[in-house]
């Protein structure tokens, strides 16, 4: 013979009831549309960030001096550069902070993109 336990306070529900314990409206439908928008707006975002990011990094390393001495003096320099340009403006501020950490952040794919031509 088979026989299931339930907990002490486990009470047995109706699909209808279920309707009270796991919403079904209209607002909850609308709720979960607007974080999906937000969701995938903020991974466009994210990306384009990166790309940009990419694009300005190559950039920079392709004019005259910038790749010159070693690792950590090339990064000084960028750093430099990336401190420079995000003192212009609350806008260039926002725009290199998001771009550069997603560079950081991933950083074994932009070690390649940023080597390989």
Known sequence: MK?????????????EEMTYTTGGGAVDN????????AT????????????????????WLQQDGNKDGNFFTVMGRATDA???????????????AVSATMVVALAP????LLVVR
């Open 3 to 15: 026989k299931m336990n339930y907990p002490a306070d486990y009470a047995v529900l109706s699909n």
């Open 30 to 37: 609308a709720a979960g549309l607007a974080t999906t928008a």
């Open 40 to 59: 995938v707006v903020g991974a466009v975002v994210l990306a384009s960030s990166y790309i940009w990011g990419i694009k300005q990094a190559r950039t």
């Open 82 to 96: 990336i401190a420079a340009d995000m003192g212009k403006s609350a806008g260039n501020f926002v725009r290199d």
């Open 109 to 112: 794919l932009s070690a390649i």
